[in-house]
Nanobody, 119 residues
């Protein structure tokens, strides 16, 4: 089994920056991709950004140019650098990975970290 632990959420003013981290640990595994989703009250969970094993990235149109996803393979950690934050970025952010454990492909989720953008 793979465990995901997020950190870095908090309160920030509009236009500010925040950096989220997610560390994967557990059974021996290989990661196909790691990414971030978010869910605001009354809205569906949406993909924010992801990075695959080859380093290719994808972003939601709403965050492109403001957010940057990166990874440290040695630490099995993915980061989300969030700049020029807007109130509409307020949500619970969830780390997600699609990993292979003993030949089985499985989606894993973190507990979530709250990001609040407000004056």
């Amino acid at each position: 089994q793979v465990q995901l632990v997020e950190s870095g959420g908090g309160l920030v003013q509009p236009g500010g920056s925040l950096r989220l981290s997610c560390a994967a640990s557990g059974s021996p595994f290989s990661i196909n991709y790691m990414g971030w989703y978010r869910q605001a009250p009354g809205k569906q969970r949406e993909l924010v950004a992801r990075i695959n094993s080859g380093g290719s990235t994808n972003y939601a149109a709403s965050v492109k140019g403001r957010f940057t996803i990166s990874r440290d393979n040695a630490k099995n950690t993915v980061y989300l650098q969030m700049n020029s934050l807007k109130p509409e970025d307020t949500a619970v952010y969830y780390c997600n990975t699609f990993a292979v454990v003993s030949g089985t492909k499985t989606d894993y989720w973190g507990q979530g970290t709250q990001v609040t953008v407000s004056s």
